[in-house]
């Protein structure tokens, strides 16, 4: 499974820290529902969505906060149940005790899927419009959602929290502590035979494991089950159903989110959430699972994708309680040692990175920009940046007046992750402020080539860039495509990427860090061969980065910049390529003669 480096804003999350008071009546009790079984207390602010449903004071069902007046839960936490004498509780730690950032609201609307059946728990999903909006802080934000044609194989983790039970009739132990438990998604296929062919649909899914031990149970329904995928977390569940808690080959049932976008988006026209499309790597395992009365899987497997329509500003913020992609294993970088950099920002913080490749143009990630919350009118590029914090005295910041994403962008893939933004005047040329010439077409960068990559993301997988938020450098090896697509799964690297690692993992670009450049430096020169895209975590073991291949792309760069182009220049690697020696099954003989770049 890829945690895509995918670097939007959630570091707009540093903005929205006034909090709100506002104490409602806090009502509850419990119904239905499920809960943690052989999971962990959570740390409070980790999962910043997940909020308490109470009646009389009593907590009874989960929910997820998906902006900032809608709640998503499950349609039985409200099939029985008058929404007049519910709490919504937010920012809550522990259930009982004080917990000061806490937000309570009352429900002013209750939409129910009109599809539900309460026999089997088909589309058992629900919304829930707050009496008033709240504001995001640390411990209040909202998570994204799984969009249509979002694949989640077999063996996909994902996490599930709640207040629920911890066991079969084991009520959680005071002061009820949040709890959170990592289990892997079931396909539906197997979780068929499990409970019964038929019993399971296209609209739910499952997780558990085989030997039983982890679940949710009562008192988690209606909370949300997550994964992580580029540093952002997308609810694909809602705690549904199951037999018992935890028991041997009977996996927790959760409503399929990806399902619903439409209908979600057709009962809030406005701030609607933000849907993202989630993508397991490799093949689904559970293609070969076959029981009495399963029907054959299908012959080839397919998705349609489609493109979100709701990413809002909203979605720059969702699903991630902490900020983004950054140097993992690096140090801090010497002013004017790289000015080509700009730190991309929006409200003064920085999203992703990028590259000036002439006096009026920069060069970024596709995926910063996928998002329709993110225009021309909201971003603003600063170059001759050393630290995100404090005094900057060679700094020069523009605004942006064309974002071009690569028409081949795939949202899914990650494949042609590369856009071009063209500042809003020329910027002047100092010793901190210069441009990066880029690779040709027919560039080779064989593996072991050094390159180094720069930016201001994460240290480690969710650990921040510490104060003032220096630049940070790392020189990392080129890895062949072969040996990388062994990494991660034949056909998911394409020549329009590189990757670079180390196989022992600990240097590695991590979130924040997109859009920013790779380069090599060759005869006195530094050149840019890659743009951090996505990756698997970030300095995990036999999963290097993954980086747009900039050669690919010349033709395509000279043919929206026309005047003053950028500075091609051909890279040539010495020696042999060692990475046609790389083989792993699936993967195709190399070519007989070393390979080339072909022009875009």
Not at 41 to 50: E, T, Y
Request: proline residues 7%; glycine residues 12%; neutral net charge.
């Amino acid at each position: 499974m890829a945690f895509y480096k995918v670097i939007c804003l959630a570091t707009l999350l540093t903005l929205l820290t006034q909090e709100s008071h506002s104490q409602l009546n806090v009502c509850g009790r419990p119904v239905l529902n499920t809960k943690i079984v052989g999971g962990q207390v959570a740390s409070a602010g980790s999962w910043p969505w997940q909020v308490s449903l109470r009646t009389s004071g009593f907590h009874f069902c989960g929910g997820s906060l998906i902006n900032n007046q809608w709640v998503l839960t499950a349609a039985h936490c409200f099939y029985s149940l008058n929404p007049n004498d519910v709490a919504v509780v937010l920012g809550v730690q522990a259930l009982q005790g004080s917990n000061p950032n806490q937000v309570t609201r009352t429900i002013s609307q209750t939409i129910i899927n009109p599809n539900y059946n309460s026999n089997t728990h088909d589309n058992d999903i629900c919304l829930l419009k707050l009496s008033s909006p709240v504001t995001f802080t640390t411990y209040i934000l909202p998570v994204c959602l799984a969009a249509p044609g979002s694949t989640f194989y077999k063996g996909t983790e994902a996490w599930v929290t709640g207040w629920g039970n911890i066991a079969s009739d084991v009520s959680l132990p005071s002061p009820g502590n949040l709890m959170e438990v990592q289990v892997p998604i079931v396909g539906n296929r197997e979780c068929n035979c499990n409970y019964g062919v038929g019993s399971i649909t296209s609209n739910m899914m499952c997780a558990g494991l085989s030997a039983g031990g982890k679940d949710s149970c009562q008192g988690d329904s209606g909370g949300p089950m997550v994964s992580k995928q580029g540093g952002r977390w997308i609810q694909e569940g809602i705690v549904s159903f199951g037999n018992g808690c935890a028991l041997p080959n009977f996996p927790g049932i959760y409503t399929r989110v990806s399902q619903y976008q439409s209908w979600i988006n057709s009962q809030i026209t406005s701030n609607q959430p933000g849907f993202i499309t989630f993508t397991s790597n490799g093949t689904d395992g559970d293609l070969s699972v076959t029981c009495p009365g399963l029907p054959p899987p299908p012959t080839t497997r397919t998705s349609t994708t489609i493109t979100p329509t709701s990413l809002l500003s909203l979605s720059s913020v969702c699903g991630r309680p902490v900020l983004n992609n950054k140097i993992v294993g690096g140090q801090v970088a010497s002013a004017g040692s790289w000015p080509w950099q700009v730190s991309l920002q929006i409200f003064g913080y920085h999203f992703c990175g990028g590259t000036l490749i002439n006096n009026q143009w920069v060069l970024t990630a596709a995926h910063c920009f996928y998002s329709t919350g993110i225009t021309t009118s909201t971003v603003t590029v600063s170059l001759g940046l050393q630290s995100l914090q404090g005094s900057n005295p060679n700094q020069v910041s523009r605004t942006v007046s064309q974002i071009i994403i690569h028409p081949n962008f795939n949202s899914r893939t990650f494949d042609n992750d590369i856009c071009l933004l063209k500042l809003s005047s020329p910027v002047i040329f100092t010793t901190y402020i210069q441009p990066v010439c880029l690779a040709a077409t027919g560039s080779t960068f064989y593996k072991g080539t050094l390159s180094w990559v720069t930016g201001w993301g994460d240290v480690g997988t969710g650990v921040n860039l510490p104060s003032p938020g220096n630049l940070m450098e790392v020189q990392l090896p080129i890895v062949g495509n072969r040996q990388c697509n062994c990494n991660y799964g034949v056909g998911s690297i394409t020549s329009n990427m590189m990757c670079a690692g180390l196989s022992a993992g600990g240097k590695d670009s991590c979130q924040g860090d997109s859009g920013g450049p790779m380069v090599s430096k060759q005869s006195g020169r530094w050149i840019q061969e890659g743009v951090v895209s996505f990756g698997r975590g970030c300095a995990e073991p036999n999963f290097p980065g993954v980086y747009t291949r900039v050669s690919q792309y010349q033709s395509w760069i000279n043919s929206q910049i026309t005047s003053n182009q950028p500075g091609f220049l051909t890279f040539t690697s010495t020696g042999t390529d060692g990475d046609l020696n790389a083989t792993c099954p699936g993967l195709p003989a190399p070519p007989t003669t070393p390979f080339k770049q072909l022009s875009p």
